[in-house]
């Protein structure tokens, strides 16, 4: 437990009230790391509008301010970034897209702020979603008032000054979607811009390289569809990890998610399906790595092991419940979250309020680490520690997400080495002997 909250290998860091944000009702979040020097920022849809908050110190977050709603207000707000601005559609009657330059935020004197947008898009009226490839600069408003509720194509190249860019009708509304330039297995495609829509019974998959001319590639449904809801590509984009978020409640099964294998592009298929250990409704789920973060609507966030869907299995390794009062299914508790800081900081966007949740063991700080010299610190295969005061007596590695890549046992040692030339690049966390923790980078 943290508090009042039911979980499982990871900690609460603090929590921000509705009331806080002078708002009744929160939905979308997504997050910004300012690239001069790695604060970061959790951007929040709220009712009345979309709010900003410093996270740089998870313990003690500062709510920077709010950009109110462009029209009136909405239960349905998204956002997501591209360089150093984040767009933002809604539901409200003529709201368009705003656009928000995040580097204001490094100079809030007086906070909370009411900022006002730096541009904004008026192609379309309301929006549901908004997706962004940030590889291509152009962004999809999906759910609008044009092109039949299909993508409506926006190239944001130049950030303060989108312009239309066309749009694509033919496979009618899409609830939300995902834009990649693909990488995968399909050699026919590498190289494409990819669009794959959740569109309520099914989902499409269309390449829109070509603005002028996007071409249908393939859809796939699957049983007891009730409303495909949002899914997300794995690192690979073998597979699309969908959520259908009505299953639930007309079928009265546990949380279903839906493995679609992508292997052929041309011929999506449904590969099987991962079933969660409570009743609740699955919202918005994102891949980052070996794992998938959902939000699970009334049993709060679930962190779940895909580094074996090849196989057919995906394993639960822990759980954060910002609504503890019940896991039924239905429309309460995490709306979405946001699982790519690189700090291991996780955002949880609930219908009551604002998270910022850890893995457990990332969540410890780093303490006496001077006791040990580790070198070299990145590097590209070994690292060599040498005990200054303490014999080493075990050692852990693990990924940003607390899962654990390596254990070893030593005998009371003062020198040890650690081959890591198998990980993949980026950052890890080194545990010695239980008790000391530090980052090591592989590059």
């Not at 920022?41 to 709510?63: E, L, R």
């Not at 309301?126 to 993508?151: F, K």
């Not at 794995?234 to 546990?254: M, P, Q, R, S, V």
Request: proline letters at 4%.
């Amino acid at each position: 437990m943290a508090g009042e909250y039911p979980c499982n290998g990871y900690d609460l860091q603090s929590f921000i009230s509705l009331a806080e944000l002078d708002t009744d009702r929160g939905n979308d979040s997504w997050g910004w790391t300012d690239p001069d020097n790695g604060d970061e920022y959790a951007i929040m849809g709220v009712k009345n509008g979309t709010v900003f908050i410093d996270i740089s110190n998870p313990i003690n977050p500062v709510y920077l301010g709010k950009l109110p709603s462009h029209t009136g207000s909405s239960i349905w707000r998204d956002i997501k970034v591209y360089q150093n601005y984040a767009y933002v559609v809604s539901e409200a009657n003529n709201h368009g897209m705003q656009v928000f330059d995040l580097t204001r935020l490094r100079d809030v004197s007086n906070p909370p702020e009411i900022f006002t947008e730096d541009a904004h898009y008026d192609g379309f009226g309301s929006s549901h979603n908004i997706v962004i490839n940030e590889e291509s600069g152009y962004a999809y408003s999906v759910g609008d008032n044009t092109y039949s509720g299909g993508p409506h194509f926006i190239d944001i190249s130049d950030p303060s000054n989108p312009t239309a860019a066309g749009g694509y009708a033919d496979d009618g509304y899409t609830h939300d979607a995902q834009v990649v330039m693909y990488n995968g297995p399909d050699t026919d495609y590498i190289g494409k811009e990819i669009y794959v829509g959740s569109n309520e019974d099914r989902v499409v998959i269309v390449d829109v390289t070509d603005k002028n001319n996007p071409q249908h590639i393939a859809s796939v449904s699957y049983s007891n569809d009730s409303y495909t809801h949002q899914g997300w590509m794995t690192d690979d984009f073998k597979y699309y990890i969908l959520g259908d978020e009505a299953d639930e409640i007309i079928f009265g099964f546990n949380t279903k998610t839906i493995i679609l294998d992508l292997t052929d592009l041309d011929n999506p298929i449904h590969s099987f399906d991962y079933n969660g250990s409570t009743l609740a409704t699955d919202h918005n789920g994102y891949v980052n790595g070996d794992v998938f973060y959902l939000a699970n609507n009334a049993a709060g966030l679930r962190v779940i092991d895909i580094s074996d869907i090849a196989n057919g299995n995906m394993t639960e390794i822990g759980y954060f419940d910002s609504h503890p009062s019940n896991d039924f299914a239905g429309y309460e508790g995490i709306w979405s979250t946001y699982p790519y800081f690189e700090s291991g900081n996780i955002v949880i966007s609930d219908r009551e309020g604002f998270f910022v949740v850890k893995s457990s063991t990332l969540a410890i700080e780093e303490n006496s680490i001077s006791n040990f010299n580790i070198h070299p610190n990145p590097t590209t295969n070994t690292i060599y520690i040498n005990s200054i005061h303490f014999p080493i007596r075990a050692i852990k590695i693990y990924d940003l997400s607390g899962k654990l890549l390596l254990s070893k046992k030593y005998n009371s040692e003062i020198n040890i080495n650690i081959n890591i030339s198998n990980f993949s690049d980026g950052i890890y966390i080194l545990k010695l002997n239980n008790e000391f923790i530090t980052k090591i980078i592989k590059q």
